[in-house]
């Protein structure tokens, strides 16, 4: 056993599609530049603060060489002091001579003795460098050790504020990131108007195919798709490119002609049909419609023949003329019943009384039903009676389907020789049911009635259209024919058609 899972279906404009990938490339852009500057750019940063304390210390460390030496140590401060107050990334400096154990510095609230140690050099070493967070205001210092004549005069520590070099890594992050903001506007904006660009054409693409409708009541007439016939619907521009989208249009709108085509040759082709099952139709009636003219001719002669023979005899003229009046009515409501039928009629929906359908089809049939003695019972209440459809084409469902009756009751073994038609309904359907008495269906046709040319009975005795003329027609009310059948027992066919207002319901 196959399970089939159906997954939900979610319908995202591609608007929203192309705004999505065009934010997520650009988040990652920025993202990964972001990383990439402060990684990688810090680094270079720092490598340059590094370098830049190295060349500072062996600078100062040349400037003060003879003050250090005649241990002029006020000079010294002095001089270390100014060397700070030039550069506003330095921190503190300090000279550190062990020896001595004296320290000369910028510091004007004492000198911090966390300092000493923190990075000590030694005669054998060039300049360390060691970064550490101040206890005070919590800033990072890159402290650059650099030893005074290998050592002899001491060491040399210059502090450079490390936060200098980060406010320039956020400073490019912010510029980066305000770049980023303007390309998602710009790409937001732009998967705007290509999403127009794109959807607009696709959209009247979609509008045309809902326009569609083949139904035989309204005709379709194909209207030509055209796109991008002005910018933004208001501009004719200087010249047209053609893209995927155009061509597709352009076999859209070919693919409709080619479908009215296919469709109005379809059309025609039952249009024949219909007419040949009612050509063959009215074959089938054609010996009980000459009956139900026939009697009342011979009424008339009769009644023409005594007349004649007693032309004064006035209470026997007047009884054989109103005779003679009603067989002539009966011929005409016979012969316009028959020319009502065998019209050809458009297929125009509208809402009528089935119960005077029933009545003609009654009519065109009635020496078929007195032949094979068989009853016709109407179930149909007042407030049922009322359907939707076209009346002409319905009449000939009906007139097939009690034909059909009528033969499978001829056909059929069962005393009680009935037809009976029911009509139902509910809000949103009207049910009409054909049910008779007869031989039944055998199961292994039941599949096949509907089919054009299938048929059970002798070669001069039916077309095998009619049930599939019926079917097409029932069809063509957005209805449904079924049948329930039991051979041997009867048939009952079953139409369902919806009301007004419910048609694509």
Known sequence: MNLIIKSKKIFIPLFFKFTIAIVAIVLTFGTINSYLIYSKVYDFIKLESEKRGVLAAKA?????????????YIDVQKSIRNFKKNDSSIEYIFIYIPREDIIIHTFTDGFPKNLIGINSVNSSTD????????????????????????GVFGELHIGINENFAMENVDETINVLWIMVTIFLAVGILGAFLFSIFITKPIIKIQ?????????????????????REKIFGKFKPLFRTEDEIDILCSKFNFMLYRLMNAYATIKAAQDKLLESEKLATIGTMASGIAHEVNNPISGIKYAVKRLLKNPNNIEQNKEYLEMMLEATEKIESVVKNLLNFSRKENFEMCEFDIKE????????????????????????????????????????????LILNAIDAIRTGNN????????????????????????????????????????????????????LSVAWQIINS??????????????SKFIIDLPKKGNQDA
């Open 207 to 227: 509008e045309s195919a809902d326009a569609i409708d083949l139904s035989p009541d309204k005709f379709y007439t194909v209207p030509e798709i055209k796109i």
């Open 127 to 150: 300049s360390k460098f060691k970064i550490f967070e101040s206890l005070e205001d919590g800033k990072k210092i890159l402290d650059v050790g650099t030893p005074i004549e290998n």
């Open 477 to 490: 009310h957005n209805g449904s024919l079924v049948v329930e059948s039991v051979e041997g027992v009867g």
């Open 357 to 400: 359908i029933i009545k003609k089809v009654e009519i065109l049939l009635a020496h078929k039903l007195d032949k094979g003695d068989i009853e016709l019972f109407l179930n149909i209440n007042e407030k049922d009676k009322i359907i939707y459809g076209s009346p002409s084409h319905l009449q000939q469902v009906l007139l097939n």
């Open 60 to 72: 100062l460390i040349e400037s003060l060489s003879e003050e250090l030496l005649t241990e002029n």
């Open 415 to 466: 005393e009680i020789k009935k037809i009976v038609i029911s009509v139902t309904s509910d809000e949103n359907n009207s049910r009409i049911t054909v049910e008779d008495t007869g031989c039944g269906i055998a199961e292994k046709n039941i599949k096949n009635i509907f089919d054009p040319f299938f048929t059970t009975k002798d070669v001069d005795e039916g077309t095998g259209l009619g």
